[in-house]
């Protein structure tokens, strides 16, 4: 009944204790999702540090490292979960990401559902956006077909928007504002990297200081990490978790956009992986938030799985170009 107050998930685990198995999976998907989601990040930020002054590279990938990994990737789960529960309030909602109280952590599980899809709404429209409407190598027959049907992402995002709002007025009104909140959240991330994208051109054309090249890293840093921390309560609600997968896969990822960002370029699937990944999480999430209990070791093998098809189709393509240039 509307009104009622959203109801955990039956069954579901995301918040109970795990064994180390369980632990060791859910980190290694946190850590794959967060470096394969962030390849355009790295790439971005490889084109403009290559025009800056090495101290400002330096600074950069030393203290930049330091802003995305510990305040960003640390502020971002404990503002949702602070949104998702407010009566536990900012202090509340801190002392929640590492409480073990029963009560606590009761309270975080009953408004899994809030939480759960206003994130599945935003991880699915980034994924029809992508579809329809970003450039792409197509890995998959059917991409070319929705790279051709541009203008009917608007029209499909609102339908589906309207059906899960229909769906989970019937609920909880919260779980319906919170998809809203979802959907609110990507357009305004989507139109923000536009722009940036337009600002970034300018940067490159322009002799800019390098303390602007600088910031605007870092506000793009900011705009990525959201995509990664949204999808990483589809493996948890352990923030602790969250902030150990995340974290380690923004190192990979610096590691990534010092020495490597060519080799990753050519293998020109990966983006495709990390999209189907995207869209596998936020139905995930989507079905947990309606208490359809999904195994809490899918989301990770979902994303190893996906990302790792894409992989050997990009080495396959990446050998076959080798041989041919022979």
Known sequence: MPGSGPMPAKGSDRGSAMDIGSLLLVVIGLVLFETITSIDNAIINAQVLSTMQPWARRWFLFWGLLFAVFLLRGLLPWLIVWAAVPSL???????????????????????????????????????????FLEPKYYGLPGE?????????????????????????????????????????????????????????????????????????????????SIDGVIGAFAFTLSVPLILLGNGIGAIVVRQITVGNIERIKRYRYLKNGAMYSVLFLGVIMLLESFAIHVPLWLSPVVTIGAVGFFFGKSWVALYRERMRGY
């Not at 309030?89 to 929640?96: K, Q, Y």
């Not at 007025?169 to 319906?176: C, E, G, K, V």
């Not at 959240?185 to 090249?213: P, Y």
């Open 144 to 224: 070319v077909f929705f790279g051709r049907q541009g203008g009917w992402f608007f029209a499909v995002v609102s339908v589906l928007l309207a059906l899960i709002v229909w769906f989970a007025l019937q609920r909880d009104p919260m779980m319906a504002f919170s998809a809203v909140v979802g959907s609110t959240a990507f357009f305004i991330t989507h139109g923000f990297r536009e722009h940036a994208s337009r600002v970034e051109r300018d940067m490159m054309q322009n002799n800019l200081s390098d303390w602007s090249k600088i910031l605007y890293l870092e506000v793009i840093d900011a705009s990525f």
């Open 89 to 131: 309030g900012p202090i509340g909602a801190l002392t929640a990401a590492f409480s073990s109280d029963a009560a606590v952590e009761e309270a975080v599980a009953k408004s899994a559902p809030v939480l759960l899809i206003g994130g599945g709404s935003f991880l699915i429209f980034l994924f029809f956006h992508w579809l």
